[in-house]
């Protein structure tokens, strides 16, 4: 069992930044990909920005590429959502996921975490 637990949400202006923090427990994160999902009103869950353990590329949304940066650190089982230029369609409800492959897949999910971008 992996629990992960969110911080670091919050109200901004437009133009601003947030930075989010997933810690999770086990012993083994640094073998879990690592994400981070968005749910805005009346829409799906989407991913905004994964980050594989196995190294290789990092995946963004579209509407994020260029101002949102994950990372992660392995020595604090910790993974990082570095958001600038914040923009009004970024408010949601920020999940994190890990994510493990061993021939299944098996997601965990934090609680979530409010951003709220104001125009």
């Known amino acids: 069992q992996v629990q992960l637990v969110e911080s670091g949400g919050g109200l901004v202006q437009a133009g601003g930044s947030l930075r989010l923090s997933c810690a999770a427990s086990?012993?083994?994160?640094?073998?879990?990909?690592m994400g981070w999902y968005r749910q805005a009103p009346g829409k799906e869950r989407e991913l905004v920005a994964r980050?594989?353990?196995?190294?290789?590329?990092?995946y963004y949304v579209d509407s994020v590429k260029g101002r949102f940066t994950i990372t992660r650190d392995n020595a604090k089982n910790t993974v990082f959502l570095q958001m600038n230029s914040l923009k009004p369609e970024d408010t949601a409800i920020y999940f994190c996921?890990?994510?493990?492959?061993?021939?299944?897949?098996?997601?965990?999910w934090g609680q979530g975490t409010q951003v709220t971008v104001s125009s």
């Open positions: 996921n890990a994510r493990i492959v061993t021939g299944k897949i098996i997601n965990y």
């Open positions: 086990g012993r083994t994160f640094s073998s879990y990909d």
């Open positions: 980050d594989r353990w196995s190294g290789g590329s990092t």
